[in-house]
């Protein structure tokens, strides 16, 4: 009997450049509009597949190249299927949408509320709800809403 050769699994990845947090933080960042078009342009595509990210925030879009405006959307740990069971904790805190906040059912439309809070960071610097506590953020929601 032939002897089976070890298996091991690789995982390869593109060298990617800065996260969109890095870059807000450490520069004088101000193509808000051509970043948000690729940002805008990736979560379309991926509207095919019924895939929820769950955890979109600007340390999870890297550059392909700091010096053009192509990105990659990273982390998909805390991702899942849009009929598969709900998670209690997901997205990070800045970004978490409303019916997360208040424990409803939720679907595509929470990584849309993410994004439109990093397209607000871009423009102003700024988390737009930045709360210390998910109490906090929710009341921080409800003052603008």
Known sequence: MAKQPDCKNFVCFDLLSYNLYDLLRNTNFRRVIEFNEKICATIMQRFGVPIIHSDLKP???LLVNPKRSA???IDFGSSCHVNSRIYQYIQSRF?????VLVGMQYGLP?????LGCILVELHTGEPLFAGHHEADQLMRLVEVL
């Open 59 to 61: 340390e999870n879009i």
């Open 71 to 73: 990105i990659r959307i």
């Open 95 to 99: 970004y978490r949408s409303p019916e």
């Open 110 to 114: 929470i990584d849309m509320w993410s």
